[in-house]
């Protein structure tokens, strides 16, 4: 892993996340992007922007297949930045709806907490990027 990269940077700037607790794994994101740190930074804010946007669009979907779908999408876009537990949340959010459960408000809602604490974790990586 190169030097620069966003998880050996911000590892003293975010001393009250042990790496275990993180809700992105930055030496998954580093090494996906082999170490290129302007790379790990963008792909944080898109992803970021990402997730605003799924769960927008989770809340209003109304269809069976447009849930899946976004959930699925949640899915995939968490694991390959290494927010492996918005991962796992959604993945068993995939394994209820396919099982014949409803998604009720409240596990979206459980699933906007998630998002979130990713978002705010996403938030002081980048705003410690920049200081």
Not at 77 to 85: D, F, I, K, Q, R
Not at 102 to 115: H, K, M, N
Request: hydrophobic share 45%; net charge negative.
């Amino acid at each position: 892993m190169a030097s620069g990269s966003v998880a050996v940077q911000v590892d003293t700037a975010l001393g009250d996340y042990s790496p275990a607790t993180r809700p992105v794994d930055l030496v998954h994101l580093a090494k996906q992007c082999l170490g290129d740190h302007a790379l790990e930074c963008e792909m944080l804010r898109l992803f970021d922007a990402t997730l605003g946007d799924y769960h927008a669009r989770l809340r209003l979907a109304a269809s069976f297949d447009d849930i899946a779908l976004i959930l699925h999408s949640i899915k995939g876009a968490a694991g390959g930045v290494g927010a492996s537990g918005l991962a796992e949340t959604t993945k068993s959010m995939e394994r209820e709806i396919r099982s014949g459960r409803p998604l009720t408000q409240e596990r979206i809602d459980d699933l906007g907490l998630v998002i979130e604490d990713v978002r705010a974790f996403i938030d002081r990586v980048l705003a410690t990027e920049e200081a």
